[in-house]
């Protein structure tokens, strides 16, 4: 099934960023893409166009690190502080 035929309500702020950070912290990075099709399985009606202005602003307002590669923009959280380092090397598990 398609998932843009399930979508019941436009995704908002909120389910932007929630799905952002979701995406961010699995997986390292997200782009806007991945935030969309996400939200589509969810069944939220979502377009790349609104979904790029609302990352744009999230990036903005949450201090989160973007690169564009000459394809596309990556988002991320940002480099990890140094105590978050040293705890995740003493302790891995």
């Known amino acids: 099934m398609n998932p843009f035929f399930k979508a019941t309500r436009p995704a908002s702020k909120k389910e932007v960023l929630s799905t952002a950070i979701r995406l ?5 990075e997200t782009t806007t893409l991945e935030v969309k099709l ?13 979904i790029a202005d609302l990352m744009a602003e999230l990036c903005r307002e949450e201090g989160w690190e973007s690169d564009h590669n000459g394809l596309y923009r990556t988002f991320s959280l940002g480099p990890m502080p140094e ?3 040293a705890l995740l090397i003493l302790c891995p598990n």
Request: charged letters at 25%; proline letters at 0%; aromatic letters at 20%.
């Open 24 to 28: 961010m912290k699995h997986y390292g």
């Open 38 to 50: 996400e939200l589509r399985e969810q069944g939220y009606l979502a377009y790349q166009s609104e």
């Open 83 to 85: 105590w978050l380092v």
